[in-house]
């Protein structure tokens, strides 16, 4: 396997919620030899510098800074999302049903429920633990990389109908199963007991947690040729992992590189690590001051920069044909999708969408268009929220895959590495 793919079967397998997306991240950064800064902190940036920055553990940010930043064409910026559809669990989650240990959980994003059923699950997040400090409680994190959890079909013998569809009720056909009530009797806080024991703290000393169900599968090879990916979580490490590629492996003489890793692109953008919020203008901002910009310099050259927002597109189904335009219809393995919409759920322009093509041709990466049937809505990400604030040019695009949102989704293996070169090509360009 080549290395790049390598590493991104590591962030497939690591990175099992946003925080761990973000810990996988740095550290391919740091062994990039990126250096930490923080947003609370003075900055002393150098030309040729490399550096990241993270938000609320869930958002990252990483840039590179070239020669002369404020000249024309300095600013490149590509985005991607951290997050995934996924089963969270809710505060005092035990219930114990007839022998059963189960958990109480809520669903975030728009997942497909049953992809869920009859898989092995497990746990990953973070948990707030009492310290001294009262402004600030110590964050312990963990992503448990055993099966513990699984959420049971019922069997087609007691729902004879089950072909024809099962609606999931999200609050009561969505718990898994952690386990059997043993011989030690209903104890009822066992996920606070497992949580104490697993990360060496007072089980009353654990104030809060964001913990989050993730499907334990590994990523792996289909098909004769081995020509397709299928996993966990493509949507949207794919993306993650071809930003950290290009800007890790590519520079430019002058201007600014920068990646976005945002949280929160599943439930809207319009969090405080989202894409809606202010965190990437401050980061420009930051950085341009740390450099002894003006605010107008930093604002010429920041109206000539290009956004790229990086993530997954629909690849045509083989046995649903009529869900997908008439004219336009991607395949797996036939090269990034440039995505377009007039409603702007994909921010693209025909500019922009030029610029992208042009580099595609001339490092000859395989390129295809992707638009919604007219009559489906379709989904959107985060380049239309994100560009909104930075209104610079901008383009969607994103490796074609297969079940968007399943707990495991099928994607073409060369379109990965088309991807991976078109950010490389546009960190270098
Ligand atoms: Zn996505």
Redesign the pocket.
């Known amino acids: 396997m080549e290395q790049s793919e390598q590493r991104l079967f590591r962030l497939l397998e690591k990175g099992t919620s946003a925080v761990m997306v973000v810990q996988e991240a740095v550290s391919q950064l740091e062994e990039a030899g990126f250096e930490e800064l923080r947003f609370d902190r003075q900055w002393g940036l150098t030309e040729h510098g490399k550096y990241y920055v993270k938000h609320h553990d869930t958002t990252l940010f990483a840039f590179t800074i070239g020669g002369h930043v404020g000249f024309q064409d300095a600013v490149r910026i590509g985005a ?2 951290t997050d ?1 559809p996924c089963l969270r669990i809710k505060p005092n989650p035990d219930v114990s049903t007839e022998g059963y240990r189960q958990l109480n959980v809520e669903i975030y994003g728009a997942p497909i429920l049953n992809t869920w059923l009859d898989r092995p699950l497990s746990i990953s997040g973070r948990v707030a633990v009492q310290g001294t400090d009262v402004m600030h409680p110590k964050m312990h994190y963990l992503s448990v990389e055993r099966p513990l959890l699984v959420i049971p079909n019922l069997a087609i013998h007691m729902n004879r109908e089950v072909n024809k569809g099962v609606e999931l009720n999200k609050q009561t056909d969505m718990l898994p199963i952690l386990g059997l009530v043993g011989e030690e009797g209903k104890e009822d806080k066992v996920l606070l007991d497992f949580l104490s024991k697993e990360l060496q703290v007072e089980k009353e000393d654990i104030l809060d947690f964001e913990l989050w169900i993730y499907c334990l599968e590994k990523p792996q090879y289909v098909g004769m040729q081995e020509e397709l990916i299928f996993s966990p979580r493509l ?2 490490l794919t ?1 993650v992992h071809a930003l950290l590629e290009g800007l890790i492996h590519s520079s430019r003489g002058m201007g600014l590189n920068v990646i976005a890793l945002f949280d929160h ?2 439930i809207g953008s319009r969090t405080k690590q989202g894409a809606g919020s202010v965190l990437l203008l401050n980061l420009l901002e930051k950085i341009y001051r740390s450099l002894g910009k003006t605010d107008t310099q930093r604002m010429e050259s920041l109206y000539d920069a290009f956004f790229l927002s990086v ?2 597109a629909h690849g045509l189904h083989p046995n649903q044909m009529g869900k997908m335009d008439i004219t336009n219809k991607p395949v797996l393995g036939g090269g990034i999708c440039i995505k377009e919409a007039c409603s702007q759920s994909y921010a693209t322009d025909c500019e922009a969408v030029a610029v992208v093509e042009q580099i595609c041709r001339k490092g000859k990466i395989p390129y295809q268009k992707f638009v919604n049937r007219s009559d489906m809505a379709g ?1 959107g ?1 985060l380049g239309a929220i994100a560009s909104g604030l930075v209104p610079v040019r901008t383009a969607d695009i ?1 490796v074609p895959i297969l079940a ?1 949102h399943s707990a495991v989704e099928t994607m073409g293996r060369a379109d990965r590495k088309a991807l991976t070169d078109l950010l490389t090509a546009f960190f270098q360009a």
Do not use: R
């Open positions: 991607a999302h995934f949507d949207n993306s692109e599943e993530d997954v989904g990400t994103g968007m």
